[in-house]
């Protein structure tokens, strides 16, 4: 079985809309639903007093109708009356403001008399319901990384860099409290970054997200564990959620869960789209071991920066098998049913506010017939495999962040992105290893892709230089390299981590003003960045073509042992990535999934099934395969344009809207 379905929330309804809920998921092919993410406040009105009655109703309708449950702990809201009770436990934000009820997220996660009141509710709904029949996995809270600076949050704080650093000595060090005189004396002199003067200690900064994920994952881990002992045998997991403000570390997390869980929310209306939902794929696999599950996505919207952008038909159907084909085991939305009022009343559904006849929900029915089909094929299939690799480090990122650097716009994930995206479109599978984590896999690959990679330990610096030796192509991105893992700068000049292997030594960076650009003498365009680039055994492949670097090297290429290492020194264009990541994956023996594709065509291999995804609007043929304009075709073989293929279970695009097998047939309750 697939997981389809998504967040419902029966308590923002009527009573007497909830069988035609279950009506319309039957139509639908619904398989499971998310319950009470944010329902602490209808669980227990008051200390201390619970209503269940409800959610047994609820619970016994979906079992009745086959519909499975992702019962959720409703921890990341806290009810009206915790705060009043406990208004120590709400969050500081770095200004030493203490922030009040009225969203989500209000608590902090280092207050006693939160995580107390987190596992009471958890206790009550774990041993009301461990045993359910609909019960099919638990949904501990919802989207991790609520930061907060208040003293209690201090006071943890000072604990976990007691266990980290041992002593005041070595976290002195670390934190280089020689500069503007900040040595600590004493542990109580430690507080979190708040607002000060001018620049924050930076490796103060980075420490403190550290703190803050492991401090999220322990609450996370007291209520799995809770869980877990009422029915070791329902799978646990909380759903991550990717953001330059979020301070977890998903990698480290990912061991924790039983299914790495992702929300994902594209943010370009273009084809921007179709390339984050395959980075963010690509990123999940990665996390998961190979499998994972999309637990939130917008089913018929997409959010860019100040406008709601209405998916084309379709689209809900590319983007939900593009997460499929990627691993997921399934496709889960935000939400079921569009509510009438509150912070997210226009928020996505698959039942919005024009109700079943709709294009969305009309799409989502021939969505669960495909996923239907799909599901027995899928159930044997093996994750896509990928010869190249991309770095994942959360910690470079939260240190590219900070104040004090040369460029106040450095962007760690369009970074990362935009050589996801160069191989997007070369038809390249990729995949992400987390050297931060563990470095065993690097030999995996025969590419190793290394952008932004800030922080590098030397365990790290050591694998990439066997995998290099080994036989393995590497591509090094400025901004590498350059730090130690507590962020004190590796000397002697840049990438320091990387300079044997790559046979380079960088002694100045120039930024480059925003929007300015330039051209290398081989026609590459470059912008943001440029450096002063020594050669210590590299060959210089591309040189800067004017300024004051003219004539120096841009884009050098080492042998070392019998593999091959890149350096890339500036901002390569779009095209340059690709052109130059085409290069070394021919070098390395890397063939893409599909040769030739048109730019409009995508296509993933998982097992034997390749799935071809036509982000255009014209008819077009790979192999013996016509794919729609705007459609999928699953197809069944070695390759496309095998002749024993055959593609199957996906309409062509989608069943028309108003086609009648497609009409809502559930009785329509008036939410009154």
Request: charged content about 20%.
């Amino acid at each position: 079985m697939l997981f389809f379905g998504g967040d419902y929330n029966p308590e923002q309804w009527p009573e007497r809309v909830w069988d035609e809920d279950v009506a319309l998921m039957r139509q639908a092919g619904v398989t499971i639903a998310t319950v009470g993410v944010f329902a602490w406040s209808h669980l227990e009105p008051s200390e201390g007093r619970f209503e269940f009655g409800w959610l047994d109703r609820v619970l016994d309708k979906l079992h009745e109708g086959g519909i499975k449950v992702a019962l959720a702990t409703p921890t990341a809201s806290p009810p009206p009356w915790f705060t009043l009770a406990y208004p120590s436990a709400m969050p500081v934000n770095a200004d030493g403001v203490r922030l009040t009820h009225g969203s989500r997220d209000t608590y902090c996660v280092s207050a006693p008399a939160y995580r107390t009141a987190a596992m009471t509710i958890a206790l009550k709904i774990a041993s009301r319901y461990a045993h359910h029949p609909a019960l099919a996995m638990w949904h501990v809270h919802n989207e991790y990384g609520t930061d907060c600076r208040c003293d209690l949050t201090a006071a943890a704080f000072r604990t976990w860099l007691q266990k980290k650093h041992g002593d005041l000595d070595a976290l002195n060090s670390a934190w280089t409290t020689a500069f503007w005189s900040q040595r600590y004396s004493d542990w109580a002199q430690i507080m979190p970054p708040r607002a000060t003067q001018y620049l924050p200690n930076p490796a103060q900064v980075l420490d403190f997200r550290r703190f803050l994920s492991d401090e999220l994952l322990a609450a996370y881990i007291e209520q799995r564990d809770l869980l877990r002992g009422h029915n070791p045998d329902i799978p646990v997991t909380t759903n991550f959620v990717q953001g330059g403000w979020v301070s977890v570390d998903h990698a480290r997390w990912a061991s924790e869960v039983d299914i790495v869980a992702v929300d994902h929310y594209p943010s370009s209306s273009g084809i921007g789209a179709e390339e984050e939902t395959a980075f963010a794929g690509d990123l999940a696999r990665g996390w998961g071991g190979g499998s994972w599950l999309l637990m939130e996505t917008a089913p018929n919207l997409i959010y860019t920066r100040d406008r709601m952008h209405a998916k084309e038909p379709g689209r809900l159907t590319r983007h939900s098998l593009g997460y499929v084909a990627r691993g997921s085991a399934g496709a889960m939305y935000f939400q079921w049913r569009q509510p009438r009022g509150g912070a997210e009343m226009f928020h996505s559904a698959l039942v919005p506010h024009a109700g079943p006849d709709s294009p969305v929900f009309r799409e989502a029915v021939g969505l669960g017939r495909t996923l239907k089909n799909l599901a027995p094929r899928l159930a044997s299939a093996p994750p896509p495999d990928s010869q190249i690799a991309i770095t994942w480090d959360a910690a470079s990122w939260w240190a590219l962040q900070g104040g004090g650097l040369p460029a106040s716009d450095l962007d760690y994930l369009g970074a990362v992105r935009q050589v996801h995206r160069a191989l997007f479109r070369s038809s390249l599978q990729a995949d992400f290893v987390f050297p931060g984590v563990s470095v065993s896999s690097f030999g995996d690959y025969r590419v190793l892709v290394v952008p932004h990679l800030y922080l590098v330990s030397d365990p790290v610096a050591a694998a990439v230089r066997e995998f290099v030796a080994g036989g393995g192509h590497l591509v090094v991105g400025y901004l590498s390299g350059i730090a130690l893992p507590d962020g004190r700068v590796r000397l002697g000049g840049y990438p320091g981590a990387f300079r044997e292997v790559l046979g380079v030594r960088v002694v100045e960076w120039q930024p480059v003003a925003p929007g300015e650009s330039f051209v290398l003498d081989d026609g590459s365009h470059a912008s943001r960045w440029r450096e002063r680039v020594e050669t210590a055994g590299a060959s210089t492949i591309a040189r800067y073509a004017d300024g004051v670097l003219a004539g120096s090297p841009a884009v050098t290429r080492r042998r070392f042992g019998a593999g091959v290492a890149w350096y890339v020194s500036t901002g390569l264009s779009d095209e340059g990535w690709q052109r130059l990541l085409g290069v070394v994956a021919a070098e390395a023996g890397v063939e893409p999934v599909v040769a030739g594709l048109p730019d409009s065509v995508e296509a993933v291999r998982r097992g034997d099934l390749l799935f071809l995804f036509n982000h255009g609007e014209s008819v077009v043929t790979v192999g013996s395969t016509a794919v729609p304009g705007g459609g999928v075709r699953v197809v069944s073989g070695l390759s496309a344009s095998s002749s024993t293929s055959s593609a199957f279970g996906c309409p062509a695009p989608i069943t028309p809207p108003g086609t009648p097998s497609d009409k809502p047939t559930a009785k329509s309750a008036s939410p009154g």
